[in-house]
């Protein structure tokens, strides 16, 4: 009996010990189940996050890629101009300075909108220069790049006050000389007098564009009123007047930047040009008055209400530490064209 019960205490020592490896192995088994799955979430998770690291890499240069395609597909345009549709000939005399690429940049990615333009681009220079050439042949607008240089004695001094001398007079004038010996009397076309570094908002080519004879509309920030612009007859509706603060006794007291001419009645008047010998301010009045009298002009932008370009005029860069280097030989941009 007692061996029988030592043989069954023998028995479930055994047993208890059975378990407890059991146990132990269980719980090794359970603990590396845990690690294996642990291990696979880990390394799921970190396939997934290089893949859409990745896939976010790749999404990024598409876009860019899209973008650049974009841009290229606004430079680009039909080299030929649609016949059905007026041209506008922007004219714009343009000189070296510390500001001139930026106020071309500006004013070729505006004209870079308007459609069916020509830009006669003149420069006051004995060669063309290559600033304007890159800026000009990586556009993709039409144009036709000129030089005109002012004459000695009418080529303004540094520092010397810009109402003394007319300025743009040769550079227009070759522009306008350009088009009478490559343009015909049928070509639809209007003609307009863009400065470098007036603001323009894309409406005022679009008023223009139907010229008749000459159209003129209100020019912000001129000739030292907030707007410079034509008075209307509120029963004719045509021009009876000026709103002019500056000189208003001249024939057209209004901004270069306030009218346009139709192609085909300028070519019909070969007299129509600018001149040094007129008083100063009289150089729209100049050329004005062999193309139209105050009767004949087309009033646009709303009936005279609208201001659709500003005659804003960019402060010469103070640089003064440039000029410093310049003394030592040296220079901030280099290589760099700015
Ligand atoms: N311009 C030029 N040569 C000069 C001065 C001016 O070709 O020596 C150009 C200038 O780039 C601009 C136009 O002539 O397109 C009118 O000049 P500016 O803007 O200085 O005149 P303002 O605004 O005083 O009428
Ligand atoms: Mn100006």
């Not at 101009?81 to 990615?109: C, G, M, S």
């Not at 007291?253 to 008083?279: Q, R, W």
């Not at 150089?283 to 709303?302: C, G, N, V, Y």
Request: one cysteine or more; charged letters at 25%.
């Amino acid at each position: 009996m007692l061996q029988e019960i030592k043989q069954n205490n023998l028995n479930l020592t055994v047993s208890s010990q059975e378990m407890g490896m059991k146990r132990r192995l269980l719980l090794v088994l359970t603990i590396v189940i845990v690690i294996i799955w642990f291990t696979s979430l880990r390394n799921r998770g970190t396939i997934g996050l290089s893949e859409s690291v990745s896939s976010e890499l790749e999404i990024a240069a598409l876009k860019q890629n899209l973008a650049k395609l974009s841009s290229e597909c606004r430079s680009w345009k039909p080299s030929r101009l649609d016949p059905h549709l007026p041209v506008i000939y922007a004219i714009t005399p343009t000189y070296a300075r510390p500001v001139q690429k930026a106020e071309l940049t500006r004013l070729l990615h505006t004209l870079m909108l308007v459609p069916n333009l020509h830009w006669i681009i003149i420069e006051d220079a004995e060669v063309p220069s290559s600033l304007v050439a890159n800026l000009l042949k990586n556009s993709g607008i039409t144009y036709t790049h000129l030089t005109a240089t002012t004459p000695k004695e009418w080529k303004l001094k540094e520092k010397e006050s810009n109402w003394k001398k007319p300025r743009g007079v040769q550079q227009r004038n070759t522009a306008l000389q350009w088009i009478r010996n490559n343009l015909k009397a049928d070509d639809q076309g209007v003609i307009y007098f863009a400065d470098d570094d007036n603001s323009y908002s894309l409406e005022v080519f679009d008023e223009m564009r139907d010229t008749q004879v000459v159209s003129v509309w209100p020019v912000g920030l001129a000739g030292g009123l907030m707007v410079e612009m034509p008075v209307l007859d509120p029963k004719t509706g045509h021009v009876k007047g000026w709103n002019s603060a500056w000189r208003p006794e001249r024939p057209f007291p209004l901004d270069m930047a306030g009218f346009a001419i139709n192609l085909s009645h300028f070519l019909k008047h070969t007299e129509a040009k600018f001149s040094f010998n007129v008083e100063n301010g009289y150089q729209e009045s100049e050329i004005l008055r062999h193309l139209a009298t105050r009767d004949q002009l087309e009033p646009k932008a709303d009936n005279c209400t609208k201001v659709y370009v500003w005659h804003t005029r960019t402060e010469a860069p103070k640089l003064q530490a440039e000029k410093q280097l310049n003394k030592k030989g040296l220079k901030s941009h280099g290589g760099i064209e700015v």
